[in-house]
């Protein structure tokens, strides 16, 4: 079965840090990799998707993703935070034929 | 506006009640799902519908009933609320098919649910 874990549970940065959110999944297949964030009292939006061909991907709002297949990973970047990016982040996971696995979510706090 | 549209958005149980969540999509998105969202725990699938009149069970189906009589909606059932079932529930839906793969999943706004 596939799972997905996040390194860590809370990050907090000052405006203006860059960002790192690491994600690692455990399949051993072809996987799809999805970032969402979920911004206080809203729903989940996307804001990146990898299925194939570069291997850096970008996203809304300035984030990009990595993917490194030899370390099953799919971290998530910003260079430069924003107060506004204080949110929740899920890392995703699937194949096709296959219903999402989300990672536990990271909750990221920006001061200003 | 099109989307997810999730009734009601709070909701206080007394153990033993049953209700139902409501869903209702207007993208004729084919795949509809629900998820439990618990702190630390990510989001948990617990049905989920490739189409009308299609369901099957997710990670923690138990407690919970769905049907999918039409495209549109796609209910969720407590049968008998537990103190375990307080949650935050999100729909999500995705087409035309791939489990939500070639798209990502749209969410609705979620239902805050509390069971004492």
């Known amino acids: 079965a596939q799972s997905v874990s996040q390194h860590n549970h809370h990050v907090i940065l000052s405006e203006a840090a860059s960002l790192e959110l690491g994600c690692n999944y455990s399949y051993g297949g072809t996987v799809n990799l999805f970032w969402y964030v979920q911004y206080p009292g809203q729903h989940l939006q996307l804001l990146l998707k990898y299925f194939s061909g570069d291997p850096l991907v970008k996203g809304i709002k300035g984030f990009e993703a990595e993917f490194i297949k030899s370390k099953f990973s799919f971290n998530l970047r910003k260079p430069s935070v924003q107060w506004s990016d204080t949110a929740e982040y899920f890392c995703?996971?699937?194949?096709?034929?296959?219903?999402?696995?989300f990672g536990p979510g990271t909750r990221l706090s920006v001061l200003p | 506006n099109a989307g997810v549209t999730q009734t009601p958005k709070f909701q206080v149980l007394k153990t033993g009640q049953s209700m139902t969540l409501q869903c209702a999509q207007d993208m004729n998105h084919e795949y509809m799902s629900w998820y439990r969202q618990d702190p630390g725990m990510g989001l948990r699938l617990i049905h989920y519908?490739?189409?009308?009149?299609?369901?099957d069970q997710g990670e923690v189906p138990n407690g919970y009933n769905v049907s999918r009589s039409t495209t549109e909606d796609f209910p969720l059932r407590l049968l008998s609320a537990a103190p375990s079932q307080t949650s935050v529930y999100f729909c999500a839906s995705s087409g035309p098919t791939n489990y939500g793969t070639d798209y990502g999943y749209t969410f609705g706004s979620g239902t805050r649910l509390t069971v004492v």
């Open positions: 995703a996971v699937n194949n096709y034929g296959q219903n999402f696995v």
């Open positions: 519908s490739v189409g009308a009149g299609i369901t």
